[in-house]
């Protein structure tokens, strides 16, 4: 399968909606479809002026369209300033896009099932990795993680959600689906596993360093591979800054890669947490 080059387009907003003040979703055409790697993301901004004066990396949700004419769709989670502005635009504004950057997720393995483990916004980036799975009938299930219900994502954005026992929802505190934290699902589930089916799996996640680090010890005790995306800060998408540097091992040494040129994506055994 052939992806796109990295290129900067303006999208016009088709829709930009709120779920629970939680989330939001950015949909907006673009002038080519797009195709990308699940995990890959890009570098938005639309508001105007220069402050604040960088675009914001968001995870590459969902593309599709036709010769000529095609959409892009994001979602996101206000944290700061960059994206506060994102959640006031409108329907018919512009957005400057540079995209799709970084290495996203490898998904072709023969033979392998996958689990994927989204902790809060990290399902943005896992849920594209569902849908690719889904149309090439690959097997896998998803652990989905927040602290209470209203954090966890509509299931209507989720792929392959109404499969039963595909998708397990967690809540810390019990609100709906596991009553507590999504990497103690993930490992409940895997403790279960035979010899056999763990030497076809595959783990991948995105969420808080925590939770990445905590499936990366565990996975790496039973010789299970796991492919973590990083949500460091970054500031140019480029890897020109350096600004986003993660600590590396190289063998014996140790070496520091750029989340946005290296990454997002990376072996869980080569992160020093």
């Given at each position: 399968?052939?992806?796109?080059?990295?290129r900067?387009?303006t999208?016009?907003?088709?829709?930009n909606?709120?779920?629970?003040?939680i989330?939001?979703?950015?949909?907006?055409?673009i002038?080519?479809?797009?195709?990308?790697v699940?995990?890959?993301?890009a570098?938005?901004?639309?508001?105007?002026?220069?402050?604040p004066?960088?675009?914001?990396?968001?995870?590459?949700?969902?593309?599709?369209?036709?010769?000529?004419?095609?959409?892009?769709?994001?979602?996101?989670?206000?944290?700061?300033?960059g994206?506060?502005?994102?959640s006031?635009?409108?329907?018919?504004?512009?957005l400057?896009?540079t995209?799709?950057l970084?290495?996203?997720?490898?998904?072709?393995?023969?033979g392998?099932?996958y689990?994927?483990?989204?902790?809060g916004?990290?399902?943005?980036?896992v849920?594209?990795?569902?849908?690719?799975?889904?149309?090439?009938?690959?097997?896998?299930?998803?652990?989905?993680?927040?602290?209470?219900?209203?954090?966890?994502p509509?299931?209507?954005?989720?792929?392959?959600?109404?499969a039963p026992g595909?998708?397990?929802?967690?809540t810390?505190d019990?609100?709906?689906?596991?009553h507590?934290r999504v990497t103690?699902?993930?490992?409940?589930?895997?403790?279960?596993?035979?010899?056999?089916?763990?030497?076809?799996?595959t783990?991948l996640?995105?969420?808080?360093?925590e939770?990445?680090?905590?499936?990366?010890?565990?996975?790496l005790?039973?010789g299970?591979?796991?492919?973590?995306a990083?949500?460091?800060?970054m500031?140019?998408?480029?890897?020109v800054?350096?600004?986003?540097?993660?600590?590396?091992w190289?063998g014996?040494?140790?070496?520091?890669?750029?989340?946005?040129?290296?990454?997002?994506?990376?072996?869980?055994r080569?992160?020093?947490?």
């Amino acid at each position: 399968m052939t992806y796109n080059p990295t290129r900067f387009v303006t999208g016009r907003i088709v829709r930009n909606e709120g779920r629970g003040e939680i989330f939001y979703r950015i949909e907006a055409t673009i002038p080519e479809p797009l195709r990308f790697v699940p995990g890959q993301f890009a570098m938005v901004s639309g508001w105007p002026g220069n402050d604040p004066l960088l675009p914001r990396p968001l995870a590459v949700f969902r593309s599709g369209g036709t010769r000529g004419k095609g959409k892009i769709e994001f979602v996101y989670k206000v944290v700061g300033r960059g994206t506060a502005l994102l959640s006031g635009l409108h329907p018919g504004e512009t957005l400057s896009i540079t995209l799709p950057l970084g290495r996203g997720f490898d998904l072709e393995q023969a033979g392998r099932t996958y689990w994927l483990v989204g902790g809060g916004v990290g399902f943005s980036s896992v849920f594209p990795a569902a849908a690719l799975l889904g149309r090439r009938r690959n097997g896998f299930e998803m652990f989905l993680g927040a602290r209470t219900r209203d954090h966890l994502p509509p299931k209507e954005w989720t792929p392959g959600g109404k499969a039963p026992g595909r998708t397990h929802f967690c809540t810390e505190d019990g609100t709906a689906g596991y009553h507590g934290r999504v990497t103690d699902a993930v490992l409940e589930r895997m403790r279960e596993l035979s010899p056999e089916a763990a030497s076809r799996l595959t783990i991948l996640a995105c969420g808080p360093k925590e939770m990445l680090k905590e499936i990366s010890t565990e996975t790496l005790k039973r010789g299970i591979p796991a492919q973590v995306a990083l949500e460091n800060h970054m500031a140019c998408g480029f890897g020109v800054c350096w600004g986003c540097v993660v600590t590396l091992w190289e063998g014996d040494r140790t070496a520091y890669r750029r989340v946005c040129r290296d990454g997002p994506v990376f072996d869980a055994r080569e992160v020093v947490w």
